[in-house]
T-cell receptor
Framework: NAGVTQTPKFQVLKTGQSMTLQCAQD?????MSWYRQDPGMGLRLIHY???????DQGEVPNGYNVSRSTTEDFPLRLLSAAPSQTSVYFC?????????????FGNGTRLTVT | GENVEQHPSTLSVQEGDSAVIKCTYS??????FPWYKQELGKRPQLIID?????GEKKDQRIAVTLNKTAKHFSLHITETQPEDSAVYFC????????????FGTGTRLKVLA
């Protein structure tokens, strides 16, 4: 199993551009989520999904959209990039939202917005 | 909203000493408490977790304790080694209602040889 795969690893955007960060898992996990990591602020939850067709907002959802059309994929869309969205983004999945199971993280995407 | 506070933000210990990191959560519905270790430039990886029906769990040099009444949980690392140097994150998760995993702000542990 590849686990949780994120692409790209690095991305530079100009202010106002849009892009999609890809996340895929091959573990048949029901639960998927996106976090951003900024120095001194830990991991902050952006959006999460408890199954295909279901998404919900986390702590910092503004400026981001998600969809979950399949169990495997959970893309994160930046509609109009801003310098405040410069961060490292992690996708994470777990077996089931109703069972206490650990999150498995992807390797992250480092995004810079100029 | 839900919040997890983590202390200290940095911790330096001599090799062989013990390290303790403490977290406090706000959501009474939280029932799952994992700890993650993140090395520089890498992804967070689970090191130990505890469920709300358990007060303490140990795995070799690592232990976690949970006080549900006070909404506190702690990570204890004994006989620290240089390779324990990393950033450690606590998290609080819920398996009903909101289904969120909320993380603390992290503790940078330095083990001095």
């Amino acid at each position: 199993n590849a686990g949780v795969t994120q692409t790209p690893k690095f991305q530079v955007l100009k202010t106002g551009q849009s892009m999609t960060l890809q996340c895929a898992q091959d573990m048949n996990h029901e639960y998927m989520s996106w976090y951003r990591q900024d120095p001194g602020m830990g991991l902050r939850l952006i959006h999460y999904s408890v199954g295909a067709g279901i998404t919900d907002q986390g702590e910092v959802p503004n400026g981001y959209n998600v969809s979950r059309s399949t169990t495997e994929d959970f893309p994160l869309r930046l509609l109009s990039a801003a310098p405040s969205q410069t961060s490292v983004y992690f996708c994470a999945s777990s077996y089931s939202p109703t069972l206490a199971s650990p999150l498995h993280f992807g390797n992250g995407t480092r995004l810079t917005v100029t | 909203g839900e919040n997890v506070e983590q202390h200290p933000s940095t911790l330096s210990v001599q090799e062989g000493d013990s390290a303790v990191i403490k977290c406090t959560y706000s959501d009474s519905a939280s029932n799952y408490f994992p700890w993650y270790k993140q090395e520089l430039g890498k992804r967070p990886q689970l090191i130990i977790d505890i469920r709300s029906n358990v007060g303490e769990k140990k795995d070799q040099r690592i232990a976690v304790t949970l006080n549900k009444t006070a909404k506190h949980f702690s990570l204890h690392i004994t006989e620290t080694q240089p390779e324990d140097s990393a950033v450690y994150f606590c998290a609080a998760g819920t398996t009903s209602g909101t289904y969120k995993y909320i993380f603390g702000t992290g503790t940078r542990l330095k083990v001095l040889a």
